[in-house]
């Protein structure tokens, strides 16, 4: 092998022979945190979901004693 190693990416797939290194990223990791208004809601959600299962619950109850 004569010259400069050439970068080899990670998804190629293609064995990393040696003097092969991955100079640079392609792209950077978007942040994964949801919008507050997003975050809001979705506890909203999971309450709403709580509730709803605990009346159902209530409710088997309530008909299975008549």
Same mark, same amino acid.
């Given at each position: 092998?004569?010259?400069?190693?050439? /970068?080899?990416?990670?998804?190629?797939?293609?064995? *990393?022979?040696?003097? #092969?290194?991955?100079? &640079?990223?392609?792209?950077?990791?978007?942040?994964?945190? /949801?919008?507050?208004?997003?975050?809001?809601?979705? *506890?909203?959600?999971? #309450?709403?979901?709580? &509730?709803?299962?605990?009346?159902?619950?209530?409710?088997?109850?309530?008909?299975?004693?008549?």
């Amino acid at each position: 092998m004569s010259g400069p190693a050439e /970068p080899e990416y990670a998804y190629s797939g293609a064995p *990393a022979g040696p003097g #092969r290194t991955i100079d &640079v990223m392609l792209w950077s990791d978007p942040e994964n945190d /949801p919008p507050q208004d997003m975050r809001d809601m979705q *506890a909203k959600m999971r #309450r709403a979901g709580c &509730v709803l299962a605990l009346a159902m619950v209530v409710a088997m109850f309530v008909l299975g004693i008549r």
